[in-house]
């Protein structure tokens, strides 16, 4: 049996080829020029959007985001004169993946719409890119469509800051 379209762009982006590297790259080098949170006019990785429900209508937006990559620096507080070891202000890792916290920062830049979900599209030694696919819950034309109007009712707001989202989620179960 032949492979869909989806399937290969997954293929892809699991084991790419070197023509790919190459343009990953390039594409890299771009996006370090960019502001810090950029909206995309589609998605990078096609497969990943649509099944996270992505779909090319009115109401959708995909932003494109970047983090620094690495743990959290801890404040330092009334401990002058001692170990840097013991004052627990290295090696401190947040209990929050850095998905989870580039969709909760896309949601407070944006904060009429709703996330609806996000993926990884790229890293380099200093930051890590991912897109966040966001909804507009005012749009009529996610009103009126049976899979996404739920996204549109009064207590789904800020389902990213409840840990609702699929990074949200994987987040709160590990323990």
Do not use: C
Not at 66 to 84: E, F, H, Q, S, V
Not at 112 to 125: C, Q
Not at 135 to 155: F, Q, R, T
Request: glycine share 10%; proline share 4%; no cysteine.
């Amino acid at each position: 049996m032949s492979k869909g379209l989806y399937q290969n762009i997954r293929e892809l982006w699991k084991k790419p080829k070197q023509l790919i590297k190459e343009e990953t790259r390039s594409r890299l080098m771009q996006w370090r020029r960019d502001p810090r949170f950029k909206k995309i006019k589609r998605p990078t990785r096609l497969d990943r959007a649509r099944n996270l429900g992505y779909k090319a209508k009115k109401g959708f937006v995909i932003v494109r985001g970047r983090l620094t990559r690495g743990g959290r620096n801890r404040p330092l507080y009334g401990r002058r004169g001692r170990k840097p070891s013991k004052s627990g202000v290295t090696g401190f890792t947040s209990s929050k993946s850095l998905q989870w916290i580039m969709e909760e920062r896309v949601q407070k830049k944006y904060p009429n719409l709703e996330v609806l979900g996000s993926y990884e599209v790229g890293r380099d030694g200093k930051y890590k890119w991912f897109e966040v696919i966001l909804v507009d819950p005012a749009v009529s034309e996610i009103k009126k469509d049976k899979n996404l109007k739920w996204i549109a009712s009064g207590k789904n707001k800020r389902r990213v800051l409840r840990g609702l989202t699929h990074s949200g989620k994987r987040g709160r179960n590990e323990d």
